[in-house]
């Protein structure tokens, strides 16, 4: 055995615009795979609030041998001095780094991070087993090392088809009262065999689609169920990608009758993969809150953008699921190529059209790796550097990071400001019409609260004020 005690580091990302909404379903995944290898480890999800100094001492009490790190590209070079600050703790310590920002970016990370010893792409569970049990390194497929000065990539390690057995997480060492929401997220599969130019995603999760069956995701909510949880979210984007498997599941759930189950489905599902009666399934299953991706509001757009799906199609889904009772937030991007402010009206239009519960709109954002970043850099288009953007909130400042010649700099800024103010109205009116019934003329001045930007940015990082919250629109609505 290499190493028989490891530490699960998540960092805390300072300046994002959401706080840690759930547990992180990828360290999840590994604290399961070690726990059932009789490895032992311990946790630290720093994004609920744990300090540098609360980091400096898990290390010196729980005494890690390896320190396996969690990064994203958004923020990345603050997880770089959360690695360089473990190993000034402890030089000793090695560290593995791994989540969608080596699987982007690979051995430059490492090039980077000097003092990251190992890198994990794609699917770490494996990988992360092979490595603490002290199988030779130049053989673990999936893994980024250090030769003397070089950095070696070991070559891809194939996916993981049987996803049933990889044990689901049970997050036994998270914190789990100190998360924003009190939902757990599920992952019913992996992979994304779509092409959209702006999703730096297959190039972390891979683009062969892989599911777990129903029986193994009922399961896991079966144990949470028994926990208490009641609020689950499917976390990838593509629950709705097999018909027949969204039958099983609904089914199965409908067969245990959970009281007072809420499944939602946040991350967004595609509108070409529902119908009318697959949405009336999940509705009865307990299916509640449902995300859309729309991305744009025309057929153009969409097309630009490779979306693989058309309006009338979105358009029918979203009337659907509207008609069926779902709380419905839709997504846009805004600034997408060829698009013009006109094309951005016509998104504004549709996000008007129906009574959704929330839209939101994206500041289009090039994540390395996406066809969109590459074409961005060809074309010279860049306004701000992508080191400097990624490490930034720029997606959530409304600060265009690039342009192209139908939307410069100044048009980008006007669509931002557009957007921004039709979310607003969209929150405005649904909350109102939520609490009209109980609360009359009172309804307006409460709801118009509810949308001012500092209640809602609280709401992304506070769960006591969520909760609390909660509690009240519960008792106001009877």
Known sequence: MRYKKVLLLFPDYKGGHFGALRPPAGLGYLAETL???????????????????????????????????????????RSYEIIKLVKQINPG???????????????????????????????????????????????IKGLIRREGGAIIFNGERQFRDDL???????????????????????????????????????????????RRSASSIVQEIQYWYDRGYRQFSMLDDNFTFNKDRVVEI??????RDFKGIELNCNNGIRADRVNYDMLKLMKEAG???LAFGVEAGNNKVLKSINKGETMEQVDAAVKAAV?????????FIVGSPGETIEDVNDSINF????????????????????????????????????????????????KPVFETPEMDREKREEAL????????????????????????KAAGPLSRVYVTDWVQDKLMKSGILRRNLKKVFMRVAG
């Open 287 to 289: 299916f509640k809150y």
């Open 35 to 77: 726990k059932v290898n009789a490895i032992e480890y311990d946790v630290l999800d720093m994004a609920v609030g744990y300090s540098t100094d609360d980091l400096k001492d898990k290390i010196l009490l729980f005494k890690p041998e390896l320190v396996a790190v969690s990064l994203m590209s958004f923020m990345y070079k």
């Open 323 to 331: 008609e069926l009772g779902y709380k419905v937030t839709l997504f």
């Open 417 to 440: 400001r557009l957007v921004r103010d039709v979310r607003k109205k969209v929150r405005y009116n649904s909350m109102k019409a939520s609490l009209a019934p109980r609360l009359g």
């Open 164 to 210: 049933d057995s990889i044990p689901f997480p049970m997050y036994e060492k998270f914190p789990l009262g100190k998360y924003v929401t009190e939902e757990i997220g599920i992952v019913s599969s992996r992979g994304c065999p779509h092409g959209c130019i702006y999703c730096p995603v297959k190039a972390a999760i891979g683009m062969k689609w892989r």
């Open 351 to 398: 996000a008007l059209k129906y009574p959704v519960f929330d839209v939101r709109f994206y500041n289009l954002i090039p994540f390395p790796k996406s066809k969109l970043y590459d074409w961005v850099k060809e074309n010279n288009y860049f306004i701000l550097d992508p080191e400097e953007y990624l490490n930034s909130s720029s997606q959530w400042d409304y």
């Open 250 to 255: 609904c089914g199965e759930i409908k067969r």
């Open 93 to 139: 310590l090695h560290i593995a780094a791994g989540g969608p920002h080596i699987s982007t970016t690979r051995e430059k990370a490492l090039e980077e991070c000097p003092e990251a010893d190992y890198g994990i792409v794609l699917e770490g569970e494996d990988a992360l087993l092979e490595l603490c049990r002290g199988e030779n390194v130049s053989s």
